[in-house]
């Protein structure tokens, strides 16, 4: 391990910075500015793979970045931080930089994602006192920018962040005041192009003092003009109809008709006693939050707790968030609510699109696991390409930390320990250790409910026992395993609950898929009888260039294959020992009982160690002989289907795979021609009740953002109760089909976010957004073609500037709004948008909403900003939506506002 010269960091540090008093762990504190320390720089020490520099380093919490000058200046967005690892946590890349150990608690990693993909940034700092600065400091920005995305703050608290975080980008000189150059260019920075007669009137009113220049003060009122938000103001008053201010019982007939609440009169007091004003004027749920640094007072630093704040959440009950000038909770007979109070209500976590969120209501979990759809991923230890990308437990680490509970490992013989890579191509390599070992740091962080690791082994007898030996140290009691002499007959899987905190092994067993060839995902290709009628050009293409490829991977295979076929013959002996009853009624039916020929030769042994087989319990991984009545799998057997394999099944017998698939688990995955790691649409087979529909979570595209989507519900547990109609034997239930219309109207946006350039600066120029909003609608393969109404009548409602365009398959709709010129601060569409879709048996977990934020003449490019949900999880009536990136790392600021209806056709 190489050793730094602690000069080459304690040297360059004033003497008063040396010795930093230590910050305590607190799950609260008083002093939550940033230390002056951080906020004028320290050096630390930047490691990567090729070199160790060393830059001077500040927290700027105004903009919500960490800053740091190399040949630019180089920063990160807070909120686009993904982890925070210091110490052991992140000991993998110090000991794969081959640094000593002496730098460990001193080191901080943090992960983040930036241009369409995830960075990493290691530090050194040169003592432990100020490395406890940084992480505590840091960690707390961090807390207020979860909780300003998550709508769990005051609208005081929310506008107090976004005026500093804008006046300090304004003022450049640093001389506290913004002339009407500076307001010009901030207003290009926010995105909009007011006139210059326009800008010059509203710089006028808010230099109450005629200077020529705005303090902050000035420009709080500059900004509270610009934000101003007319149409809310508009349904305010439709609902206050002439009164001094919103009552209770026009609240809840608010709540009950436009917004379809199910809540109680007792939970709508609750609401709305947070946002009502008593008759001394005084908010009694409203924090007295003005400036970002009262803000930051109410902010845990804790690590190992959640954030914890004393502002009113969606779960406090009246009263309990109170001011400290509030001594008793009004009736609602004496509380209004203002314009601004609506306004909060309507930006805040009780008005939440999202139906499924912050762990109010969570699935039945005593199911058995086929009743489940499992999060799942496809080539985890890859984190790009998938001939030549990087293997690395990275891929393992970001997808358990957002609650994937099926990761894969495929395994192959190490030089003295098995080692992880994908198979015949280019990628790197990963010990299998440290696989397990990152699995099990992180398996039950985000979700306490099991682990499936979906292993593919190629290697010998001997590192196959190797790998038991590492799996067992590793994971120690959380392993599921059980001898392979005297195992129980299973009747029925057991639950996610049954499994909390297990780890449990799906491999093929080759015991039990006796008589059979190995798949063809085992040796790396897929059949061209397996191949979708749907494959796209593209594909074609690469499967042709790939073809002479896997033509000798085949070859080299051959052999094994011939041995094995011969060997399952032989293996009657081991068959009864391991076999499930279910498992040995089909041997005795499918493996000859006679002798081999006199004279022949002793064909080799199973290839399979009987400890792997151990480990193999409730997922013992089987060919697919086909699904129907005359081929019987016991409960824990568990096959994979490649893309095209599962294709041809839908269409040859759909019903079949939902029946086979109420009592077994099921996996898919990606077919081999993706190089590129792009997706499928996974609620394509979802609606076939398959589990473990595994996706790339290296690629953000359509497929992973419906992926998320699903798996944002039940307290992002990574399982989702399937519905009813796939989990029921109810031929009733499927036979139901439905028409629908999904009407939505696209009111306004919210502070659109500039494009921005590769290292995430905005690109500022002349040019203003010019926006639209294209809503879609994914239905699974129920369909044929989208249903759409046999009339144009009042049903049906296209939009007035704007057209349909054409689905990209059968399966999505797809409809516009018009484009807002010169607008990508506060533009208003105000339109409708219906989009038709069907059902059956009321699935509506399964049918995906996306919303897309595009540029005029740029519909080609990158959405601006986008958001994706189930139609099961969507709130209706009035609500922000909130907007991500195309990483779906959500905008601090930016926010959609629609009305969102369904109707019968």
């Known amino acids: 391990m190489t050793s730094l010269p602690e000069s080459s960091i304690v040297e360059q540090l004033p003497p008063s910075s040396v010795s930093v008093a230590p910050v305590a762990q607190s799950s609260s504190t008083t002093d939550a500015t940033v230390p002056p320390l951080l906020q ?52 993998y890349y110090r000991e794969q930089f081959q640094l000593a150990q002496e730098y460990e608690d001193r080191w901080l990693t943090i992960v983040y ?25 840091l960690r707390r920005l961090y807390s207020i920018r979860q909780q300003l995305m998550s709508g769990l703050v005051s609208a005081d608290m929310r506008q107090a962040v976004w005026e500093k975080q804008f006046w300090k980008g304004a003022d450049d000189e640093q001389d506290q005041r913004l002339d009407f150059d500076d307001v010009e260019r901030l207003c290009r920075r926010l995105n909009i192009n007011p006139s210059r007669e326009d800008l010059q009137r509203r710089f006028k009113q808010a230099d109450s003092q005629n200077r020529g220049y705005l303090d902050f003060g000035d420009f709080k009122r500059f900004v509270k003009h610009l934000k101003a938000r007319p149409e809310i103001d508009r349904l305010y008053k439709k609902h206050v109809n002439g009164a001094e201010g919103m009552t209770f019982a026009a609240f809840e007939q608010f709540m009950q008709t436009s917004q379809k609440s199910s809540l109680s009169r007792v939970e709508l007091e609750h609401i709305f006693l947070r946002y009502a004003f008593c008759p001394n004027g005084k908010a009694p749920g409203s924090p007295p939050q003005t400036s970002l640094d009262l803000a930051m007072q109410s902010i845990s630093i804790a690590k190992e707790a959640g954030p914890q704040s004393s502002l009113p959440s969606a779960e406090s009950p009246p009263g309990t968030a109170t001011t400290a000038s509030s001594t008793s909770v009004p009736s609602v007979d004496d509380a209004l609510m203002k314009l601004s109070g609506f306004t909060a209500f309507l930006l805040s976590a009780d008005n939440s699109v999202f139906a499924d969120q912050h762990g109010r ?10 009743e489940y759809f499992i999060s799942s991923s496809h080539n ?24 994937c509970r099926s990761v894969e490992l495929d395994i192959y013989d190490g030089d003295t320990e098995p080692t992880v890579y994908h198979g015949r191509t280019l990628t790197s390599k990963v010990s299998v250790r440290d696989a397990c070992a990152a699995i099990a740091k992180y398996a039950f962080v985000a979700s306490p409910y099991p682990i499936v690791i979906s292993a593919e082994i190629h290697c010998s007898v001997p590192q196959q026992e ?55 995902k085992e040796v790396g290709v897929e059949t061209e009888s397996s191949t979708s009628t749907d494959t796209s050009a593209s594909d074609s293409d690469v499967a042709a260039e790939l073809k002479q490829e896997w033509r000798k991977a085949r070859q080299n295979e051959a052999e094994l294959i011939r041995d094995l076929k011969s060997e399952f013959k032989k293996a009657r002996g081991a068959l009864n020992r391991v076999r499930s009853p279910g498992a040995q009624k089909v041997a005795s039916q499918s493996v000859p009982q006679s002798p081999p020929p006199s004279g022949q030769p002793a064909k080799p042994k199973v290839k399979m160690s009987m400890e792997l087989v151990s480990l193999l319990v409730y997922t013992v991984g089987v060919k697919c002989r086909g699904i129907n009545k005359k081929e019987e799998y016991a409960p824990e057997h568990i096959f994979s289907l490649s893309e095209n394999t599962a294709n041809k099944l839908l269409k040859q017998g759909m019903m079949d795979l939902i029946k086979h698939n109420r009592t077994h688990l099921v996996r898919t995955y990606p077919k081999g021609t993706r190089i590129g790691s792009t997706n499928y649409e996974p609620h394509r087979y979802w609606s076939a009740g398959c589990q473990l529909v595994a996706i790339n979570w290296q690629t953000f595209d359509l497929g992973y953002m419906i992926n998320h989507a699903m798996f944002q519900r039940n307290g992002r547990a990574g399982y989702v109760l399937k519905p009813l109609a796939l989990r029921s034997s109810d031929k009733q239930l499927l036979a139901r089909r439905t028409k629908h219309l999904l009407n939505i109207t696209i009111i306004s946006a919210q502070q659109l976010p500039r494009p921005k350039d590769s290292q995430g600066r905005e690109i500022i120029d002349k040019s203003i957004v010019d926006p639209f909003v294209e809503v879609s609608i994914h239905i699974p393969d129920w369909t044929h073609s989208p249903f759409l109404p ?70 080609d490019d990158e959405p601006l900003a986008v958001y994706c949900a189930s139609l099961g999880s969507l709130n209706l009536g009035y609500r922000h939506l909130p907007l991500h990136d195309g990483q779906l790392s959500q905008y601090l600021f930016s926010t959609l506002f629609v009305r969102i209806d369904i109707q019968d056709a």
Not at 68 to 76: A, D, T
Not at 361 to 370: G, K, N
Not at 380 to 403: C, D, F, K, N, P
Not at 792 to 816: F, H, L, M, Q, W
Request: proline share 5%.
């Open 790 to 859: 046999e009339k144009t009548a009042d049903a049906y409602s296209p939009p007035t500037a704007g057209n349909i365009v054409e689905a990209t398959s059968a399966r999505t709709v797809t409809c516009r709004t018009g484009v807002v010129k010169n607008n990508g601060f506060n533009p208003v569409w105000e339109q409708q948008i219906c989009l038709p879709f069907d059902l059956v048996g009321d699935m509506k977990d399964l049918v995906f909403v996306r919303f897309s934020v595009k540029q005029e003449n740029k519909e």
């Open 466 to 520: 190797q790998l038991v030996e590492i799996m067992k140290e590793v994971f120690g009691d959380a392993l599921v395993w059980a001898p392979v002499d005297g195992r129980p007959k299973i009747d029925a899987l057991p639950s996610p609950e049954d499994l909390k905190g297990r780890v449990l092994l799906k491999a093929k067993n080759l015991y039990v898929v006796e008589g059979q060839a190995v798949s063809e």
């Open 380 to 403: 985890t230890y890859l984190v790009g390409h998938q001939l030549v990308g990087e293997s690395t437990i990275e891929g393992y680490i970001r997808a358990l930390l957002h609650s």
């Open 40 to 91: 004028v720089g320290v050096p630390m020490i930047k490691v990567s793979a090729k070199k160790q520099k060393r830059y001077l380093f500040r927290l700027d919490a105004d903009q919500g970045q960490i800053i740091w000058q190399s040949k630019k200046l180089r920063f990160i967005p807070i909120e686009n931080i993904k982890e925070l690892r210091e110490g052991a946590d992140a000991r």
């Open 361 to 370: 209501t969570y699935h039945d979990m005593s199911r058995p696991l086929p």
């Open 113 to 137: 994602v930036l241009d369409g993909g995830y960075k990493t940034l290691h530090l050194i700092s040169a003592t432990r006192d100020i490395f406890q600065l940084w992480d505590v400091t």
